[in-house]
């Protein structure tokens, strides 16, 4: 036996929820109704869409694929049903693989059906849509999600109690929403302890660590190459290589990975 009976049952549960449902109609919907603004008028493009949708997309993809996936493993293990499960013959990557392969199906193909509609509609009427433009968004913006989706999954396997792992998925929520509002008190107290540019801001090595962040990161990947940016302290002229769209991604990629192997390390140890 493998991955795929695991994978299947998961997702037959998953989807069953009405809550589940609503939730992945909601984030479609986001993305239909970017494409809806941003075509409405000859200018539209996928970088107009991506700029209307900058500002929502990392929240609302952030607290979806916390929710997908903050109760994946913890919740079975609770109600016993994951010991069940082990003394038939998966073993503990069989059992991640699988709850990976069932949520993140959810994650992706929600995002998937409401950017495609919404590209559509960016071209319709009047609008115009770069093919490699736009794989570059959704490519971008799907990495970003199973990011997020991957260090859901790792809090589920740090605790045996759905209530810390709720606690943990809503900390989470809560530095992704309020991170950006950070730079001002890093600058601050790098200023006190003399570390701060003389003009009183970030060094370019403590951007590189505040623009860390995942949403962050996204930011970034969608700014140099979706949007075109070229100005401001981590896209500009000057700016460092480091700080640049290139190490953006791969900095994603490692947000991605990271929780991944750690989970699966954390999981593969635990004494159920």
Partial sequence: MSWRPIARREFADVIEGRSMRAGMAFVAFVFVAGGYVAGGSP??????????LSGLVPLVV???ALLVGYRAIVADRAAGRLTLLLTLPHSRLDVLAGKFAARGTVVVGSILAGTVVGGWLVSYPFGT?????FVVYLGAT????????????ALSTLTASPRRATVGAFAVIVAVLFWRNLRGTFARVLDALGLATPAGGLPDWALFVYGAEPSLVYDRVVEGFVIGRDTGAFLGP??????????AVVLLLAWFVGPLVGGYRRFRGTDL
């Fill in 129 to 133: 849509v770069d093919g490699a433009t």
């Fill in 62 to 64: 952030t607290v979806f």
């Fill in 43 to 52: 200018s539209g493009d996928v970088a107009r869409y991506a700029s209307q």
């Fill in 142 to 153: 799907l990495l970003f999600a199973l990011a997020l989706f991957a260090i859901s999954l």
């Fill in 238 to 247: 000057d700016a460092p290589w480091y700080l640049g769209a290139e190490v």
